[in-house]
């Protein structure tokens, strides 16, 4: 089955840190991937996509993601948190529908 | 820009009570979507719709129906509310399905007791 799989529940990192959230799928072919962001209270933001082509993405608020077909992963990363990036993060892939992972919780200390 | 809109922000019903959930977009989008976020769960797909007058199911379709009357309204009702259905309900709409981008309401926290 079609599955995302979020392994990091809750991560707490310091301010000015590099963060990296895990995100692997389980899919027969190559889906089209997504980081979402959702602030406390808020519906959820897109952050990057990636369809095809370049496998680094670049997206909004300084976050990159790299997809591994190797490895089925599309980790996002951020060289250097912000108090502000205190977020749930959520991995998504598109098949025929919008699967999303469990998300990751992100403290983030000053 | 208001992109999509979900009314009410917070309910609370007690069990076997009804009610209905709004959902407004302004985008001209084709796909509208229904889900529920729990903890630990990530977000589940309930209904979706692909154009005006269509609805189809999603992951966890029971206890909810779902009318799309006009292209930028699709509504959620619960006939009778229970307990399990305690929930932060979120709409999405897209411009194409599949690979579409989503873009989401604030949500919608109901309780039901």
């Known amino acids: 089955a079609q599955s995302v799989t979020q392994p990091d529940i809750h991560i707490t990192v310091s301010e000015g840190a590099s963060l990296e959230l895990r995100c692997n799928y389980s899919?027969?072919?190559?889906?089209?991937l997504f980081w979402y962001v959702q602030s406390p209270g808020q519906g959820l933001q897109l952050l990057l996509k990636y369809f095809s082509g370049d496998t680094l993405v670049q997206g909004i608020k300084g976050f990159e993601a790299e997809f591994k077909r190797s490895q089925s992963s599309f980790n996002l990363r951020k060289p250097s948190v912000h108090w502000s990036d205190a977020a749930e993060y959520f991995c998504a892939v598109a098949f025929d529908k919008l699967i999303f992972g469990t998300g990751t919780r992100l403290q983030v200390f000053p | 820009n208001a992109g999509v809109t979900q009314t009410p922000k917070f309910r609370v019903l007690k069990t076997g009570q009804s009610m209905t959930l709004l959902c407004a977009q302004d985008?001209?989008?084709?796909?509208m979507y229904w889900y529920r976020q729990d903890p630990g769960m990530g977000l589940r797909l309930i209904h979706y719709?692909?154009?005006?007058?269509?609805?189809a199911k999603g992951e966890v379709p029971d206890g909810y129906n779902v009318s799309r009357l006009k292209k930028q309204n699709f509504l959620l009702g619960l006939e009778s509310a229970a307990p399990s259905q305690t929930s932060v309900y979120f709409c999405?709409?897209?411009?194409?399905?599949?690979?579409?981008?989503?873009?989401f309401g604030a949500g919608t926290r109901l309780s039901v007791l």
């Open positions: 719709s692909v154009g005006e007058g269509t609805t």
């Open positions: 899919y027969g072919a190559t889906p089209y």
């Open positions: 985008m001209n989008h084709e796909y």
């Open positions: 999405a709409s897209s411009y194409e399905g599949g690979p579409g981008i989503q873009y």
